[in-house]
Nanobody
Framework: QVQLVESGGGLVQAGGSLRLSCAAS????????MGWYRQAPGKQRELVATITNDGSINYADSVKGRYTISRDNAKNSVYLQMNSLKQGDTGVYYC???????????????WGQGTQVTVSS
């Protein structure tokens, strides 16, 4: 099992910045992909950014150039630096990890509890 604990959400004015952190703990062999997803009120959860354990990164088009995802494999942590925030970025941000329980296991998806990001005008 993998537990994901997020921190860093809050209220910020448009144009401001926030940094989200997510730390993984528990029993696992390796975490292959870590990432962030978000869910706005009344909308489906959507991908924001992902990063693999060898550093390959993928961003949603809506956040390219404004958000930066990074990862510290030694700390089993992933971070999301969010700059030039817009009201449309408001939502609950969820940390995600695809982890192997054993070396021969397939990946299992785990989710954090979510952290609220609210961007005001």
């Amino acid at each position: 099992q993998v537990q994901l604990v997020e921190s860093g959400g809050g209220l910020v004015q448009a144009g401001g910045s926030l940094r989200l952190s997510c730390a993984a703990s528990g029993s696992f062999f390796a975490i292959n992909v870590m990432g962030w997803y978000r869910q706005a009120p009344g909308k489906q959860r959507e991908l924001v950014a992902t990063i693999t354990n060898d550093g390959s990164i993928n961003y949603a088009d809506s956040v390219k150039g404004r958000y930066t995802i990074s990862r510290d494999n030694a700390k089993n942590s992933v971070y999301l630096q969010m700059n030039s925030l817009k009201q449309g970025d408001t939502g609950v941000y969820y940390c995600n990890a695809a982890a192997k329980r054993y070396s021969f296991s397939g990946d299992t998806n785990y989710w954090g509890q979510g952290t609220q990001v609210t961007v005001s005008s």
